[in-house]
């Protein structure tokens, strides 16, 4: 048991990590109503986490070679823990907005290490069983959080999701220095402080683009001018990449099919099976009038099966190649995703979700076991651990432009449905609908009219869940697709190399 105990540490980190990507979709109807935000602002809440999480991935890697893997993790977890303490304590959306910023900084000093981690502690078969046990937690955290997530806010309150990670951290931080080896003597380099500016300023700008598209339409300056920003700084950034000695993504490495089947499949994966969510849960709760914790235990289909189909697939798909695990993994959360959309109706509650979950939930548990480690496996060993940061920050970035693209297309959707209806000022609305503000619309409404809006604001919101679960089930299929397309078949087993795990020396070069 004593040898498990450094994977349990990382795990703690991880699984704490990655909850908080989709703990906060539950509470965010009390938020709206505590802290009186905006559809903007609830969807920066999500955002900011996972956005500054994604763009600083990379460059977070770079100072733990060169200052210490261990070292920088226990600093991402004290960085973690007091900006969950000033989530818990924030009293207006700017101040909340600005800590889950800080908060996705810690969490990408954390996660960066994960995998330098892991080989520093375990060797040879012990190695993969680790990674298969990472890969397990690391797929299930996203599908439990808004489970946890209702349990906290309804028996306590919104504001312990962010403060139940102190206890936790205090853990994490006790083991580190205990169960994990010391670091070495740092390692000389540079930090690729260019690379990490130009990055963050194309991803963010992306981000901010869609975000803002809600409100000032896709035609305005301002939405083609963060458009235009974002183009820039991504050209910047690759002219950067090319010409550093220390850059911190190998651009050499997008030559390499696989890789780019895999990395496409990591920035897609998360857009299509977690994106909706958040506005699923927001309708749950203000539409169907679900408790936080009855809304959250919608998922538990999906984190049951995800589970169920990651062991399985560890246990009788050992030596199957990538291109089937990720690929089949990422049709059926666009399958799962359209059967979402096709029995969601006006007058449809929780039971219309657990089918299209159930089989999301099956292709979450192919896909996350296996992407971060057949990307390390499809590229030369001094780049595994390049290949592993630049797949992470993948999902975090897919997931991040997700909830901007589904909210823009919920909100658009629920605004041309309200003004088909007839309903008052059908834009502002469709924004307070999204931002969980259905009964204080209501409320506002003369007696006479309010019956009418009620029955509009139903079916709104399951017109722009549809519209939201159609589009988050091309972009599955589309990923699926692609992983078929470009990953290279596995090899015969006399020619898988005897260094790296069967299953995934498939996507060699």
């Known amino acids: 048991m004593r040898k498990w105990w450094p994977l349990i540490t990382v795990c703690l980190g991880t699984f704490m990590l990655l909850i908080d990507v989709t703990i906060v979709n539950v509470a965010l109807p009390q938020m709206a109503t505590d802290l009186d935000t905006s559809f903007n602002s609830l969807q920066w809440v999500v955002d900011g986490y996972a956005l500054s999480l994604g763009v600083l991935l990379l460059g977070a890697g770079a100072l733990g070679d060169l200052f210490g893997h261990r070292r920088l993790y226990i600093g991402g977890l004290v960085v973690f823990a007091l900006a969950s303490l000033a989530c818990g304590l ?99 380099g540079r930090f690729d402080l260019a690379g990490t500016i130009t990055f963050t300023v194309a991803a963010g700008a992306l981000t901010l683009a869609v975000i803002r598209a809600n409100t000032t339409g896709w035609g305005a300056f301002q939405t083609w001018g963060l458009l235009v920003l974002s183009a820039v700084a991504l050209a910047a950034f690759v002219l950067v990449e090319r010409r550093s000695e220390h850059a911190m993504l190998d651009l050499g490495l997008l030559r390499n099919r696989s890789f780019v089947g895999i990395l496409v499949a990591a920035l897609l994966v998360n857009f299509a099976a977690f994106a909706a969510f958040t506005y699923t849960s927001i309708w749950l709760q203000s539409i169907v009038g679900l408790s936080p914790l009855e809304a959250g235990l919608t998922g538990l289909p999906m984190s049951i099966v995800s589970v169920v189909v990651s062991g399985i697939a560890g246990a009788k798909l050992h030596g199957r190649s990538p291109r089937i695990l990720i690929g089949g993994g990422m049709l059926l959360i666009g399958v799962g995703s359209a059967l979402c959309a096709l029995l969601l109706g006006a007058d449809s509650s929780w039971p219309a979700l657990i089918a299209g979950y159930a089989v999301i939930g099956a292709g979450v548990g192919l896909v996350m076991p296996t992407l971060a480690e057949s990307a390390m496996s499809s590229v030369p060993a001094a780049r595994s651990g390049m290949a592993a940061g630049a797949i992470t920050t993948a999902r975090q970035l897919g997931f991040a432009i997700g909830i901007a693209v589904l909210g823009t297309v919920f909100a658009s959707r629920a605004e041309s449905h309200l003004g088909d209806s007839g309903a008052p000022d059908p834009a502002q609305t469709a924004h307070g609908l999204a931002a969980g503000q259905a009964g204080r619309i209501l409320a506002a409404l003369p007696d006479g009219l309010r019956s009418t809006v009620d029955k509009a604001l139903h079916g709104a919101a399951a017109a722009g869940l549809d519209a939201g679960f159609l589009v988050a089930a091309g972009i599955g299929l589309l990923g699926g697709v692609a992983v078929l397309i470009l990953v290279r078949p596995a090899p015969r087993p006399d020619l898988v190399s005897a260094d790296r795990p069967t299953e995934y020396a498939a996507v060699h070069e």
Request: glycine share 12%.
């Open 90 to 188: 924030a009293t207006d959306d700017v101040a909340l907005i600005i800590a889950r910023v800080v908060q996705g900084v810690g969490a990408a000093a954390m996660f960066t290490t994960t995998f330098a981690l892991l080989n520093g502690a375990y060797q040879g078969r012990s190695r993969g069983v680790a990674y298969g046990v990472w890969g397990g937690v690391s797929g299930a955290a996203a599908a439990i959080g808004p489970i946890l997530g209702g349990l906290l806010t309804e028996w306590l309150s919104w504001r312990w999701i962010f403060l139940v990670n102190l206890p936790v951290s205090i853990v994490a931080v006790v083991l580190c220095l205990t169960v994990l080896a010391a670091d070495h003597a740092a390692r000389k």
